[in-house]
T-cell receptor, first 113, second 113 residues
Framework: AQSVTQLDSQVPVFEEAPVELRCNYS??????LFWYVQYPNQGLQLLLK??????LVESINGFEAEFNKSQTSFHLRKPSVHISDTAEYFC???????????FGTGTRLKVLA | GAGVSQSPSNKVTEKGKDVELRCDPI?????LYWYRQSLGQGLEFLIY????????KSGLPSDRFSAERTGGSVSTLTIQRTQQEDSAVYLC???????????FGPGTRLTVT
């Protein structure tokens, strides 16, 4: 079975500061990894994904995540956050051969002016 | 094109009543998923449909929960004899077959009083 751990339930950060949201997973088989974002009163949107190939993946709005197999991590980073990045961020894993997601408990990112 | 739609957006029901939640996936998406988002439990997988294959029901929490998918498109999640612990946001997602990227609907917020 797979599991996902997001240790930080809330992360406050000042605008234009860097941020890292942590995600660790466990699995006995190879996995695919995802970050989804949920803005206030909105649905889940895919932010970025790792399926294969380059371990560093980027989104169109400046976020990036790096798949680290040895540390079983997929941390999300952004070098400079904006107020509009305030949202809840979910890390998810899907085991090779399946399609259902196992989600972490989410991290609330609050960007302060 | 249209995204995943869900109805109703909000549902308040009395304990013991049955409820039906509806999901319309994106046209052409043969894979359909139901998840539940609740306080203290995060996002939980409930059930997965893929084409005409038998659904993966491994996430359904009890036999009060059931789901069907008619004509390979619209899906209905039914909760019988609702309990207060069923209060949550029920999310539907769909994807192309063999594609790990899921598109989520806005959810149905269920409140059991």
């Amino acid at each position: 079975a797979q599991s996902v751990t997001q240790l930080d339930s809330q992360v406050p950060v000042f605008e234009e500061a860097p941020v890292e949201l942590r995600c660790n997973y466990s699995s006995s088989v190879s996995v695919y990894l995802f970050w989804y974002v949920q803005y206030p009163n909105q649905g889940l949107q895919l932010l970025l994904k790792y399926l294969s190939g380059s371990t560093l993946v980027e989104s169109i709005n400046g976020f990036e995540a790096e798949f680290n197999k040895s540390q079983t991590s997929f941390h999300l980073r952004k070098p400079s956050v904006h107020i509009s990045d305030t949202a809840e961020y979910f890390c998810a894993v899907s085991a090779s051969g399946t399609y259902k997601y196992i989600f972490g408990t989410g991290t609330r990112l609050k960007v302060l002016a | 094109g249209a995204g995943v739609s869900q109805s109703p957006s909000n549902k308040v029901t009395e304990k013991g009543k049955d409820v039906e939640l509806r999901c319309d996936p994106i046209s052409g998406h043969t894979a359909l998923y139901w998840y539940r988002q609740s306080l203290g439990q995060g996002l939980e997988f409930l059930i997965y449909f893929q084409g005409n294959s038998a659904p993966d029901k491994s996430g359904l929490p009890s036999d009060r929960f059931s789901a069907e998918r008619t004509g390979g498109s619209v899906s209905t999640l039914t909760i019988q004899r609702t309990q207060q612990e069923d209060s949550a946001v029920y999310l539907c997602a769909s994807s192309f077959p063999g594609n790990h990227e899921q598109y989520f609907g806005p959810g149905t917020r269920l409140t059991v009083t």
